[in-house]
């Protein structure tokens, strides 16, 4: 694995019971957010810096909840769910006890995985091909589960694919920074400029309006964004594991709360 381009992740998976009779919004972690508020530390559900960058003073959280599966969802008292939580700290600690400390469920199991993610491409060996037919250009598709923000991309066209990096890379080394070995060691804007010889071939989005009410502060705030497909061809090579890495991270706005969860579909014959 190249130095200075991995990726810790925590990857916890809570089964949970039913206290009450639950309702849950859409989105459902609208239902999680201001209950954690009160119950994580306020470096873990605030965290700024006082030192560096303005645009880096509000660090992103080190978690990203993994819920959608129970938006709109009605459960009974005593009912059986789950959902899964992304933590770029390697200390679950904080995490459990926030959950544990909420009235309204019941932590009845907690299982936690490690993923380590190179975000170095592999280097393949040469091999002798007789076939004649030179390898062509990748393709790949990119599907948003949830509603997903990258600016400047405001649609209704899929994101162009530079766009579609710079959001992943962006966030993924900012998580590295606070939270894992410190800044990657990288090129990004030579790795955007590479991207601009990946092209978007296809797609279909749809877009969602959606807002939340902070009891705590009285703003508004957007939840919107874009759901569906894009296809992309080109040289994907040297890009793929920062696709990769952000189907674990989220992509673009409100990732913590479920936003920007993205999947990076099987390699399919460019046309």
Same mark, same amino acid.
């Given at each position: 694995?190249?130095?200075?381009? =991995?990726? *810790? @992740?925590? #990857?916890?998976?809570?089964?949970?019971?039913?206290? &009450?009779?639950?309702?849950? /919004?859409?989105?459902?972690?609208?239902?999680?957010?201001?209950?954690?508020?009160?119950?994580?530390?306020?470096?873990?559900?605030?965290?700024?810096?006082? @030192?560096?960058?303005?645009? !880096?003073? =509000?660090?992103?959280?080190?978690?990203?909840?993994?819920?959608?599966?129970?938006?709109?969802?009605?459960?009974?008292?005593?009912?059986?769910?789950?959902?899964?939580?992304?933590?770029?700290?390697? =200390?679950?600690?904080?995490?459990?006890?926030?959950?544990?400390?909420?009235?309204?469920?019941?932590?009845?199991?907690?299982?936690?995985?490690?993923?380590? !993610? *190179?975000?170095?491409?592999?280097?393949?060996?040469?091999?002798?091909?007789?076939?004649?037919?030179?390898?062509?250009?990748?393709?790949? &598709?990119?599907?948003?589960?949830?509603?997903?923000?990258?600016? /400047?991309?405001?649609?209704?066209?899929?994101?162009?694919?530079?766009?579609?990096?710079?959001?992943?890379?962006?966030?993924?080394?900012?998580?590295?920074?606070?939270?894992?070995?410190?800044?990657?060691?990288? =090129?990004?804007?030579?790795?955007?400029?590479?991207?601009?010889? #990946?092209?978007?071939?296809?797609?279909?989005?749809?877009?969602?309006?959606?807002?939340?009410?902070?009891?705590?502060?009285?703003? @508004?705030?957007? !939840?919107?964004?874009?759901?569906?497909?894009?296809?992309?061809?080109?040289?994907?090579?040297?890009? !793929?594991?920062?696709?990769?890495?952000?189907?674990?991270?989220? @992509?673009?706005? &409100?990732? #913590?709360?479920?936003?920007?969860?993205?999947?990076?579909?099987?390699?399919?014959?460019?046309?």
């Amino acid at each position: 694995m190249a130095a200075g381009l =991995d990726l *810790n @992740i925590l #990857v916890c998976r809570l089964s949970l019971s039913a206290r &009450q009779r639950l309702s849950f /919004p859409t989105p459902a972690a609208n239902r999680f957010r201001g209950a954690l508020g009160f119950q994580l530390p306020e470096e873990l559900f605030r965290p700024v810096s006082s @030192i560096g960058p303005s645009g !880096l003073r =509000d660090r992103p959280r080190p978690f990203a909840l993994r819920c959608h599966h129970l938006d709109g969802q009605e459960l009974e008292a005593g009912a059986g769910f789950s959902l899964n939580l992304h933590l770029f700290t390697q =200390d679950p600690a904080p995490f459990q006890t926030a959950f544990q400390g909420l009235d309204w469920l019941e932590v009845l199991e907690w299982k936690t995985g490690s993923v380590r !993610l *190179n975000l170095a491409p592999e280097v393949e060996k040469q091999q002798v091909s007789f076939s004649g037919a030179p390898a062509g250009p990748e393709k790949r &598709q990119v599907l948003f589960v949830t509603p997903t923000e990258l600016k /400047p991309h405001t649609g209704p066209e899929p994101p162009p694919f530079p766009i579609l990096l710079a959001r992943a890379c962006e966030r993924i080394s900012a998580l590295r920074t606070f939270y894992g070995g410190g800044p990657l060691e990288f =090129d990004f804007r030579e790795l955007v400029n590479q991207a601009h010889a #990946v092209h978007c071939t296809g797609g279909l989005l749809e877009w969602h309006r959606a807002q939340r009410h902070s009891t705590r502060s009285g703003q @508004i705030h957007p !939840l919107g964004g874009f759901t569906g497909w894009a296809a992309y061809e080109g040289a994907l090579t040297p890009f !793929l594991p920062w696709l990769e890495a952000a189907a674990w991270t989220g @992509i673009g706005r &409100q990732t #913590v709360w479920g936003k920007g969860v993205m999947e990076l579909l099987p390699a399919q014959p460019a046309s």
